[in-house]
């Protein structure tokens, strides 16, 4: 099941927005996570969702990965969506059965809650399937660099974030290769009762953290040998290039903002 | 090809919390332009004295010269910028998200202005023939193309001393050729020094000079050739005796007339040929 | 114990866009007693027919006989302890898996794990730690205190404290020095020979293919190449070096020999001294057939 999630996780491609700077399409989440509240209306949510969908096709990313991806969120949202019909009680009783009582408030509450919860997880997946790690890491390194006046360590946090990016297929294979190691000396991680599951993860957490401290220091040695002595004096490799595609971008949904305002109810 | 690049002086060094040296009283030079091999057993002391060149341990006693600074606490900046460093585990040095990312890694730290960096990304890696995976993750990468990136991370600098600490030994055969291929046509090219740590046998006969080390001390210094007369004795020492030279060995005990030992099977095929085909 | 692939396909992933097939159509028979070699290049399918022997992996087509038990693509299998307790492997590197406290403790972990009693387990570590070449005093000791040799050889110890019939071993000595190359192989060899074991070897090492294995099996691209004798297989040098692939050194020296002189000597050599008794005869005859 976990090699179907897609959470967190990059597909390469060649849409508009694999090639947008990820400083806008940052901005563009961060916007549309605010905007989202905006709508109150079936017209509204009607448009927002318009505009998810339409963000999707863009992306040229295949709905059915998509939809196999977040197919286990779903189960979330059909989580929320029933536990608005069952615990509100206002407006007209829709239909009775037994004590469970279904209020036409609850219905449209159901439905309107759950549609934004889907709306923002689609956004933001697009969000990471459309840009590699590395590429937020600098993103939000840039957008955040002002606040290095107020002594916040932008640097450190961005090269921490991009080391752990680029150890977690790393650490994932050494996870395999572990728990192999130790299935093959008798753990079982797959079936038996859970007490005897949680223990097999000592033998499994104990190697890791080893190899991963040894792995840190072995790293911590050859960036220093390779002149590494902090973020100051340093020169950056990677650019950010803000284009059209950008600034339409961001004032396409300043448009759709603007919409929604229109149409609240 | 004559004065020495580096010069270590009566060197001494122990870890914290042991007892036994690591080093014992080392002194020897390496000439510019020179493959140096450091061959020795697991535990011989090569790798320590792979990180005393490179400044990140201090002797406690004696003295290390590269390029005619000595080694110190305010040195070792200058000094790391002529001494690259390929190391063991081609995961664990490499730094960046992607190959150029991590060419870049070493450019970044020196404050190299951004066209010059993107320049020479470009032509190191291309010198390791790494040209076109610029934007190739290091998980999709084989051992041997990792360590050849970062040789191209190191070459970047361009520092006068590429060190190989060990950086063939957890690769297969196909990348362990690719990478000492890679470092052989550098030195011809690029008239670098290579220092290479190895405990592979077949690697050593290659350099130009080898130094053996066991428990700590220097052992024996000498040209492959002198170090391969050792025979028995490198056994002993746990290393092992490069396959021409054994198979010269075993062909004169079995009476084919042979001069001498020789170093790669080309020199072998060749003297028996020469030699006996007139017959 | 005797172990068969059947038509074996496997692919990572299966059904995601980041589906990877990783063998296809591998059949292998390995009877009990055999040693079998397993080369060819990183990629080629090795390790993943390695993890179908003990069922760490399960085919995504075909199937797999370890002794009586059938593993049978697009089947669930449930409890397998049985079949991972008659074949041990030695991973890459597995002194990665070590965790307890002491080595002993690791020792006994997997025997334990199977149901062996304490007791027994504690004797089963001494054996396996004298087997293994080291003194019993480093039992008491942690393992993360001991050089990366002692730490192979104590990761070693874990696995045969097992008692496996079969043993899968995965380029069981990248990394270590020379001496400690040969010491583990014949360790292994010694047990093979001893207690009557099937032993798999994975490896990038065509002289201990050809030392040590009685078959040998050439994977390409996921797929058997061919297999058979290590004379066999060495007898056609060509084609492994048509794959990329080393020939052993004597091999190797054997075909120079050959081309410089313009002769074909009657069989492929893979050992130093007959190969130098050959030439040695040869060039008695004049250097000429």
């Not at chain 3, 130093?272 to 008695?284: D, G, I, N, T």
Request: charged share 25%; glycine share 8%.
């Amino acid at each position: 099941m976990m090699e179907k999630m897609i959470i967190g996780r990059y597909v390469p491609g060649e849409s508009i927005l694999h090639k947008m700077d990820p400083r806008s399409k940052l901005i563009i989440v961060f916007l549309f996570v605010c905007v989202v509240f905006i709508a109150n209306n079936a017209l509204t949510y009607g448009v927002l969702a318009a505009y998810t969908f339409l963000m999707v096709g863009m992306s040229k990313i295949p709905p059915r990965f998509l939809y196999g991806g977040l197919k286990p969120v779903l189960l979330l949202v059909l989580f929320t969506f029933l536990l608005h019909i069952f615990l509100t009680k206002e407006g007209e009783l829709v239909f009775e059965l037994g004590w469970l009582k279904v209020y036409e408030e609850g219905i449209r509450q159901g439905i309107f809650i759950s549609l934004r919860f889907l709306l923002l997880i689609l956004i933001t997946s697009l969000l990471t399937l459309t840009t590699t790690p590395i590429e937020i890491t600098d993103g939000l390194e840039t957008l955040l660099n002002p606040l290095k006046k107020v002594k916040f360590p932008v640097h450190e946090l961005a090269l921490m974030m991009s080391i752990s990016l680029r150890f977690i297929p790393t650490l994932m294979q050494e996870t395999d290769k572990i728990m192999k190691a130790q299935t093959a000396r008798g753990v079982e991680y797959n079936s038996g009762p859970i007490k005897e599951r949680i223990k097999a993860i000592v033998p499994l957490l104990i190697p890791l953290f080893i190899s991963s401290f040894k792995r840190a220091e072995e790293l911590a040695v050859a960036m220093e040998a390779r002149g590494y002595k902090g973020g100051e004096g340093r020169t950056k490799y990677r650019q950010l290039t803000w284009g059209l595609p950008d600034t339409t971008m961001i004032l396409f949904l300043g448009a759709v903002t603007f919409l929604l305002i229109l149409l609240r109810g | 090809m004559s004065k020495p690049l580096v010069s270590i002086e009566n060197v001494s060094f122990s870890y914290d919390g042991q007892q036994t040296p690591a080093l014992k009283n080392i002194s020897f030079d390496i000439l510019e332009g020179e493959w140096l091999a450091i061959v020795g057993h697991n535990g011989s002391g090569k790798s320590t004295l792979a990180k005393l060149l490179n400044g990140l341990q201090f002797p406690q006693e004696g003295s290390i010269a590269v390029c005619g600074i000595t080694l110190s606490e305010d040195t070792i900046w200058e000094i790391r910028k002529n001494v690259g460093m390929v190391f063991q585990n081609p995961d664990n040095q490499f730094v960046g998200t992607t190959v150029r990312d991590d060419v870049a890694f070493g450019l970044e730290n020196h404050g190299v202005p951004r066209d010059v960096m993107v320049e020479r990304v470009q032509t190191s890696l291309d010198k390791v023939k790494m040209g076109t995976f610029l934007n190739q993750e290091s998980h999709h990468l084989s051992g041997g193309q990792k360590q050849r990136v970062a040789i191209a991370g190191v070459l970047a600098l361009q520092p006068a001393i590429i060190i190989l600490d060990e950086a063939t030994s957890m690769l297969d055969p196909r990348g362990r050729a690719e990478v000492i291929n890679t470092v052989r046509e550098l030195k011809e090219r690029e008239n670098i020094t290579v220092i290479s740590i190895t405990h592979d046998l077949e690697e050593a006969a290659k350099a130009d000079r080898i130094i053996v080390m066991n428990r700590g001390e220097l052992y024996r210094e000498g040209s492959p050739e002198e170090i391969f007369q050792m025979d028995e004795e490198l056994i002993k020492l746990g290393l092992d005796i490069p396959f021409p030279v054994k198979m010269s060995k075993i062909m004169r005990q079995k009476g084919v007339g042979l001069s001498k030992s020789y170093l790669t099977e080309e020199e072998l095929v060749t003297e028996l040929w020469t030699s006996h085909s007139k017959m | 114990m005797d172990i068969s692939l059947k038509n074996v396909e496997y692919r990572y992933q299966a059904d995601s866009p980041f589906e990877r097939l990783a063998i296809t159509d591998v059949s292998i028979d390995i009877p009990s007693g055999t040693y079998l070699a397993v080369i060819g290049h990183t990629g080629s399918g090795k390790s993943t027919v390695l993890q179908h022997l003990n069922a760490l992996l399960k085919p995504t087509k075909g199937s797999v006989v370890i002794g009586s038990r059938e593993i049978k693509a697009g089947r669930k299998e449930k409890n397998l302890k049985g079949v991972r307790e008659k074949v041990g492997i030695v991973f890459q590197f597995p002194e990665h898996q070590l965790f307890e406290e002491t080595v002993e403790k690791d020792i006994m972990f997997g025997p334990m794990n199977f149901g062996v009693s304490e007791r027994q387990a504690r004797e089963r570590a001494r054996a396996a730690i004298s087997l293994v070449g080291l003194p019993e005093e480093i039992l008491e000791k942690s393992p993360f205190d001991l050089s990366g040799g002692q730490m192979r050889r104590v990761a070693i110890a874990g696995v045969l404290a097992m008692e496996p019939e079969v043993i899968v071993l995965d380029e069981p000595t990248a990394g270590l020095d020379p001496r400690g190359r040969k010491e583990i192989m014949d360790l292994f060899y010694t047990l093979h020979k001893k207690r009557n074991l099937s032993t798999v070897l994975v490896t990038h090492s065509m002289e201990d293919a050809a030392r040590y294995a009685d078959e040998i099996i050439v994977m390409h691209q996921g797929k058997v190449f061919t297999k058979g004798s290590p004379e066999h297989i060495f007898s056609n040098p060509k084609a492994l070096i048509e794959l990329g692939l080393d020939v052993p050194e004597v091999v190797g020296l054997q075909l120079k020999i050959e081309e410089a002189f313009g002769t074909k000597f009657k069989k492929i050599s893979l050992s130093e001294e007959e190969l130098a008794e050959m030439v040695a005869r040869f060039l008695e005859g004049g250097g000429t057939k």
